[in-house]
C-alpha cells in the first residue's frame, strides 16, 4: 500500500508549480532536515533560501516526494534534493510569501513570534498615546472609574425558599 501524502506537501507543491510559472521562486529550507542534499558548506542551515526558476540552464522538477533541482555554486553545478518536508516557506517573485509552521524550524518561529510580539507592542502603545493626547498632542488627564463594591449595592428583595 503506498504511502499517504500529508496535505501540507500538497499544499507546498501546488504553491511552488504555481509561484515557478513567473520567472523565479524562493525556496526556504531546513538544510539539517533528513534527505536535503545541498552543497556541504550550506547543511547545516535551518534558513536556506535557494532561488529557484524554469529559466536557469539546471533543471527543476518536482514530484510528491520533493524538488530536485541542478543550481550552480562556485561556478559549478550541483544537483540539490529538497525534500518537501524540509520545505518550511516560499516567497514569488510578486513578493507573496507562503510559510507552513508546522515545517518551521524553532529559530524561524521564534523570529517570527517576536516581531508580531512587536508589532502588537508598537500598535497597543500607539493606541495608549492617542487616547491619552488631546488633538494638539497635550496630555489630557482622564477620570479614574468609580469602583463599586459589592457590599455598597442594595441587596435584591428577592429571598431563596426552600
Not at 501540507?8 to 511552488?16: A, G, I, M, W
Not at 508546522?102 to 529559530?107: D, G, K, L, V, Y
Request: net charge positive; aromatic share 6%; with cysteine.
Amino acid at each position: 500500500m503506498p504511502k499517504e501524502i500529508p496535505i501540507e506537501n500538497t499544499s507546498k507543491r501546488k504553491t511552488f508549480e504555481e509561484w515557478l510559472k513567473d520567472d523565479h521562486v524562493l525556496v526556504h529550507i531546513d538544510a539539517r532536515h533528513a534527505g536535503v542534499i545541498v552543497p556541504t558548506h550550506l547543511a547545516g542551515n535551518p534558513t536556506l533560501s535557494l532561488k529557484l526558476s524554469r529559466l536557469f540552464q539546471g533543471t527543476t522538477d518536482c514530484d510528491e516526494l520533493g524538488i530536485t533541482t541542478h543550481l550552480k555554486f562556485s561556478g559549478d553545478y550541483f544537483q540539490c534534493v529538497l525534500p518537501w518536508e524540509a520545505v518550511w516557506g516560499m516567497t514569488s517573485e510578486r513578493s507573496q510569501q507562503q510559510i507552513w509552521p508546522r515545517s518551521a524550524p524553532e529559530e524561524i518561529l521564534r523570529a517570527v513570534a517576536g516581531a508580531k510580539l512587536k508589532e502588537i507592542g508598537s500598535k497597543l502603545l500607539s493606541t495608549i498615546s492617542g487616547k491619552r493626547g488631546s488633538k494638539d498632542g497635550t496630555p489630557q488627564e482622564h477620570p479614574t472609574p468609580e469602583i463599586t463594591k459589592i457590599s455598597d449595592k442594595k441587596r435584591s428583595h428577592l429571598k431563596r425558599i426552600k
